[in-house]
């Protein structure tokens, strides 16, 4: 049994840094090691800086275990000490400790939001801080075109610290980076993360759904953060679904499907174009809210000057407004009733119903609530593209992070 020796091409890896430590020990044991330095770098990472005192005791482990842990991690530079000295340990003899910091700058990652018409790109490093953004159109949606056109975006992003590329899209996605199915683009069985690290010269390549992305955002440096379990809502073209149980995202080989989307929500709303009936597709995507106002006033008007128009007292665009937010908190109220999350986070670029609408909402929540139960804990978070971005670079951290 042997641990990867590089991660990533020409670069120091976690794995390499590991494994040139304990080299000396048993295979079995070399694994455990590095996990444990794998769970050391997270724990810097996302709570730090922390005291060795502090890890040693999340861990288990003797301080002098930790040290010898994080002393190759300090050496590589993935971790640093700050400048403060530890607190909390009076009377301890010889030179105090420092709580360690992850040095995050070392460590770069390209994150790109696909859609049928432009990429969004994003350069960030390991704290997923944003550093640079790009933008790239789409003369087509052919596969050669597409590969072309991502390889011409991370080439104007990447640096010298780049250590791989996640792609994020709507969409079913493999675990081993083929797009199964992605109706905008009209893909089927792409290759797509091994035909862009190709075009690329081997970089590692991560193909995720967009949601699963913005999930693990929210997960490991969001508002998920820390909490055992939690769920995300998003509006927008479509109704996506995340859900987080027991710190790990809950994934299926029908995720990116659109699953929630057909849920029904109204037994009297519009019809969705698969034919069901105030189906969350029908209620809470900005097209279908469009269209339905569109077709009430006989005139064309875009999602957001639907809920302009609502806000001005418009009465059909304020009645479509309104069954759209009982809508989605009815939503709201399903995913806390089933999944039983410790929050619901409602985001997505169709995120403004939630605020136009908030009184619906609440409504829609309460009706489909048991008033026994515990007031739920839902927040409402706008996004941009380039969110959307970095959900695909957090999955590129993880990947780096977690092996």
């Not at 003369?139 to 610290?161: E, K, M, P, W």
């Not at 797509?192 to 997960?219: K, M």
Request: contains cysteine; hydrophobic residues 40%.
């Amino acid at each position: 049994m042997q641990i990867p020796e590089k991660l990533c091409d020409g670069h120091t890896s976690l794995y390499l840094v590991t494994y040139n430590t304990v080299s000396t020990t048993a295979p079995a044991q070399r694994l455990q090691l590095f996990g444990l330095s794998r769970d050391i770098c997270l724990d810097v990472l996302l709570e730090g800086p922390i005291s060795r005192a502090d890890l040693a005791r999340r861990h288990d482990l003797t301080p002098g275990t930790v040290t010898r842990l994080t002393a190759p991690l300090l050496r590589s530079g993935l971790l640093a000490e700050t400048d403060e000295p530890e607190t909390g340990s009076p009377g301890r003899l010889g030179r105090p400790s420092k709580p360690l910091t992850f040095v995050a700058d070392n460590h770069h990652f390209i994150g790109l939001k696909l859609t049928g018409e432009a990429i969004t790109g994003v350069l960030v490093d390991t704290s997923a801080t944003v550093l640079r953004t790009d933008e790239q159109e789409l003369a087509g949606r052919d596969v050669a075109g597409v590969t072309a056109a991502i390889a011409q975006l991370v080439n104007r992003l990447r640096d010298s610290q780049l250590r791989g590329v996640g792609i994020g899209l709507g969409g079913n996605v493999q675990a081993d980076g083929v797009v199964q199915r992605a109706p905008f683009l009209g893909w089927q069985s792409v290759p797509l993360a091994d035909l862009v690290s190709r075009e690329l010269g081997d970089l590692p390549t991560i193909l995720s759904n967009d949601v699963q992305g913005l999930t693990e955002t929210e997960h490991w440096f969001g508002t998920g953060h820390g909490l055992d379990s939690f769920a995300v809502i998003t509006l927008g073209a479509g109704v996506g679904y995340g859900l987080v149980c027991h710190e790990r995202l809950v994934t299926s080989p029908d995720y990116g499907v659109g699953l929630i989307g057909h849920l029904p929500l109204d037994s009297i709303g519009p019809r969705c174009p698969r034919g069901h009936i105030g189906c969350a597709a029908a209620m809470l995507t900005d097209s279908s809210i469009a269209a339905t106002v569109s077709a009430g006033l006989g005139r064309a008007v875009s999602f957001d000057e639907s809920l302009d128009l609502a806000l001005d007292g418009n009465p059909l665009a304020a009645e479509v407004v309104a069954a759209s937010g009982r809508a989605l908190g009815r939503l709201i109220a399903l995913v806390a009733n089933l999944a039983m999350p410790q929050r619901v986070i409602v985001t997505g670029e169709a995120v403004r119903l939630a605020t136009i609408a908030a009184r619906e909402v609440a409504d829609g929540i309460r009706l489909n609530r048991e008033p026994l139960a515990d007031e739920i804990d839902y927040v409402v978070e706008p996004v941009s593209e380039n969110d959307w971005a970095r959900g695909a670079a957090v999955i590129a951290i993880q990947h780096f992070m977690l092996g």
